[in-house]
């Protein structure tokens, strides 16, 4: 391994060339080294969880697919990677902008309302400014990679001169001044400069064929069969279509094979029928597989990949999830409008409102429609979608009465429609509750006085009442005090009637 780290065998007719590489080209070796590794690795788990996941029946069987990808980017420095990242965000920005487009058109159709799609301008320039054949940045950058002596420079000179001014892409492109090997693409979500220093390495990403053979010698047998795989049409060993082996190498031994014996032969032709009874036919050799010649860059591979990912999503029916951070700190109740907005942008949701917008984004079902508004109305008609035309053109004013349409089961409006509609609702609303609010002040006012004016009459009642019983307690005290003088009287005559009685008997 370390004499392939640092040295390259070149093979000549009848000879063969050892050649030392320099400090940086041994990193780089390391590097890509490292890259596939993990890349075939990644590969390897990828297709074991496919196989095992796979429904062993032929049936027909329903699929969910769960694609996670990273937002547009638009870092300090943007090179090779940020540029396949945004060219999947603009291909899937297109291809959910279409799938709005075609829902949008099918529900106007099924409200037999005439699809009206006001212009939008989608971003198909900016991916032929990728794609276009013999000319694009894909095919520019493939085309200078093929090249050996190919540089960074020349890529972005061929960019200048594929892209020359009066060329309909020429104002998507922007060219750095003086020795910066830099260009800026207008992407639908705003302006990034790519960094183009290493980019012909970084779309090579080839491995030194003395490290493949090393590794494919490996005295690991995971290792050895990874690196003899040979890789798909997307770059990966995960959809290649031979099956992955266990080893054809016999553990403990290194890199040496056993005598073959009549026993040992037998073994083998047990243990190949057990597991062709078990996994299925096994797949041919490792060293048939290889491809040494496989040259294909990370350009023709991302290409293929993003064309089987949009092949898929057409056939499926598509939910799209955008996650937006409020704050770059993750802090609880704290909104960063300004990052919000960019990942409004970037993410392509203001393009879609946009779409929404150029239509009747506004959408009620006429029985709602009718709930809603007919209390704030005294029109009457027999028909719901007459009493709805009724209801609008009685509130409407005259430069947004064609801003509506009346389908099956749904009013579709504009938005200055709405807000009208909305305001005079929420005006009348507030007169209607003004109304009721001064009848019921009125008759709260009216409860009240006539609730005072109980409380005076019983109050008068008790103090007549009070009064009766006063007299009537003063009467009854005359009385008994009439009574007692009366009383007295009588005892006070009696007694002088008896006196004069015994005087008058004395005397006689």
Same mark, same amino acid.
């Given at each position: 391994?370390?004499?392939?780290?640092?040295?390259?065998?070149?093979?000549?007719?009848?000879?063969?060339?050892?050649?030392?590489?320099s400090l940086d080209q041994?990193?780089?070796?390391?590097?890509?080294?490292?890259?596939?590794?993990?890349?075939?690795?990644?590969? $390897?788990?990828?297709?074991?969880?496919?196989?095992?996941?796979?429904?062993?029946?032929?049936?027909?069987?329903?699929?969910? #697919?769960?694609?996670?990808?990273?937002?547009?980017?638009?870092?300090?420095?943007?090179?090779?990677?940020?540029?396949?990242?945004?060219?999947?965000?603009?291909?899937?920005?297109?291809?959910?902008?279409?799938?709005?487009?075609?829902?949008?058109?099918?529900?106007?159709?099924?409200?037999?309302?005439?699809?009206?799609? #006001?212009?939008?301008?989608?971003?198909?320039?900016?991916?032929?400014?990728?794609e276009i054949p013999k000319?694009?940045?894909?095919?520019?950058?493939?085309?200078?990679?093929?090249?050996?002596?190919?540089?960074?420079?020349?890529?972005?000179?061929?960019?200048?001169?594929?892209?020359?001014?009066?060329?309909?892409?020429?104002?998507?492109?922007?060219?750095? !001044?003086?020795?910066?090997?830099?260009?800026?693409?207008?992407?639908?979500?705003?302006?990034? $400069?790519?960094?183009?220093?290493?980019?012909?390495?970084?779309?090579?990403?080839?491995?030194?064929? =003395?490290?493949?053979?090393?590794?494919?010698?490996?005295?690991?047998?995971?290792?050895?069969?990874?690196?003899?795989?040979?890789?798909?049409?997307?770059?990966?060993?995960?959809?290649?279509?031979?099956?992955?082996?266990?080893?054809?190498?016999?553990?403990?031994?290194?890199?040496?094979?056993?005598?073959?014996?009549?026993?040992?032969?037998?073994?083998?032709? =047990?243990?190949?029928?057990?597991?062709?009874?078990?996994?299925?036919?096994?797949?041919?050799?490792?060293?048939?597989?290889?491809?040494?010649?496989?040259?294909?860059?990370?350009?023709?591979?991302?290409?293929?990949?993003?064309?089987?990912?949009?092949?898929?999503?057409?056939?499926?029916?598509?939910?799209?999830?955008?996650?937006?951070?409020?704050?770059?700190?993750?802090?609880?109740?704290?909104? =960063?409008?300004?990052?919000?907005?960019?990942?409004?942008?970037?993410?392509?949701?203001?393009?879609?409102?946009?779409?929404?917008?150029?239509?009747?984004?506004?959408?009620?079902?006429?029985?709602?429609?009718?709930? !809603?508004?007919?209390?704030?109305?005294?029109?009457?008609?027999?028909?719901?979608?007459k009493l709805v035309k009724?209801?609008?053109?009685?509130?409407?004013?005259?430069?947004?009465?064609?801003?509506?349409?009346? #389908?099956?089961?749904?009013?579709?409006?504009?938005?200055?429609?709405?807000?009208?509609?909305? !305001?005079?609702?929420?005006?009348?609303?507030? $007169?209607?509750?003004?109304?009721?609010?001064?009848?019921?002040?009125?008759?709260?006012?009216?409860?009240?006085?006539?609730?005072?004016?109980?409380?005076?009459?019983?109050?008068?009642?008790?103090?007549?009442?009070?009064?009766?019983?006063?007299?009537?307690?003063?009467?009854?005290? !005359?009385?008994?005090?009439?009574?007692?003088?009366?009383?007295?009287?009588?005892?006070?005559?009696?007694?002088?009637?008896?006196?004069?009685?015994?005087?008058?008997?004395?005397?006689?």
């Amino acid at each position: 391994m370390g004499h392939a780290l640092i040295s390259s065998t070149t093979t000549m007719p009848g000879e063969e060339t050892i050649s030392y590489k320099s400090l940086d080209q041994a990193k780089d070796g390391r590097d890509a080294l490292v890259k596939h590794m993990y890349e075939r690795l990644f590969g $390897w788990i990828v297709k074991k969880i496919n196989t095992n996941l796979r429904p062993r029946s032929q049936t027909k069987v329903t699929e969910i #697919g769960i694609l996670d990808i990273a937002g547009f980017e638009n870092l300090h420095t943007n090179s090779f990677e940020q540029m396949c990242i945004n060219m999947v965000n603009e291909r899937l920005q297109y291809f959910m902008n279409n799938v709005v487009l075609i829902q949008e058109k099918k529900i106007y159709e099924s409200e037999e309302i005439p699809y009206e799609h #006001g212009e939008f301008k989608d971003n198909m320039n900016i991916i032929q400014l990728f794609e276009i054949p013999k000319k694009g940045i894909w095919p520019s950058l493939d085309e200078e990679s093929k090249f050996q002596l190919g540089t960074d420079f020349n890529f972005v000179k061929r960019l200048k001169d594929n892209f020359p001014k009066g060329h309909a892409c020429y104002p998507l492109l922007t060219f750095a !001044r003086g020795d910066r090997i830099e260009f800026s693409v207008k992407h639908f979500a705003g302006a990034v $400069w790519y960094n183009c220093t290493n980019i012909l390495e970084k779309n090579r990403d080839t491995l030194n064929k =003395d490290i493949e053979n090393v590794m494919r010698s490996s005295n690991d047998d995971c290792i050895a069969d990874l690196f003899s795989v040979r890789k798909g049409d997307t770059g990966t060993i995960s959809n290649t279509q031979y099956n992955i082996r266990a080893s054809r190498k016999v553990p403990g031994l290194g890199g040496s094979i056993r005598t073959k014996t009549d026993q040992g032969g037998l073994q083998g032709v =047990d243990l190949g029928r057990t597991l062709k009874e078990k996994y299925g036919k096994v797949g041919k050799p490792t060293e048939l597989i290889y491809m040494p010649k496989d040259s294909k860059t990370n350009v023709s591979y991302f290409q293929k990949s993003i064309s089987q990912l949009l092949s898929k999503l057409r056939h499926a029916d598509s939910f799209f999830v955008r996650c937006i951070k409020p704050n770059r700190q993750m802090a609880p109740e704290q909104l =960063d409008e300004k990052l919000v907005r960019g990942q409004l942008k970037y993410n392509g949701i203001s393009a879609i409102c946009l779409i929404r917008k150029n239509g009747y984004p506004s959408r009620i079902l006429i029985e709602d429609f009718i709930k !809603r508004y007919k209390p704030l109305f005294s029109f009457r008609e027999p028909n719901n979608k007459k009493l709805v035309k009724t209801i609008l053109d009685g509130t409407l004013p005259i430069e947004i009465r064609d801003k509506y349409r009346i #389908g099956k089961n749904k009013v579709f409006m504009k938005e200055s429609v709405n807000s009208h509609i909305d !305001r005079v609702h929420f005006i009348r609303q507030k $007169w209607a509750a003004s109304v009721i609010s001064g009848v019921l002040k009125k008759n709260c006012e009216n409860q009240k006085r006539e609730r005072l004016k109980k409380e005076q009459k019983e109050k008068e009642r008790k103090r007549k009442l009070e009064e009766e019983r006063k007299c009537q307690k003063e009467e009854v005290e !005359r009385n008994r005090k009439t009574e007692d003088q009366q009383g007295k009287d009588i005892e006070r005559t009696a007694g002088s009637s008896f006196i004069r009685i015994n005087i008058k008997e004395i005397s006689s």
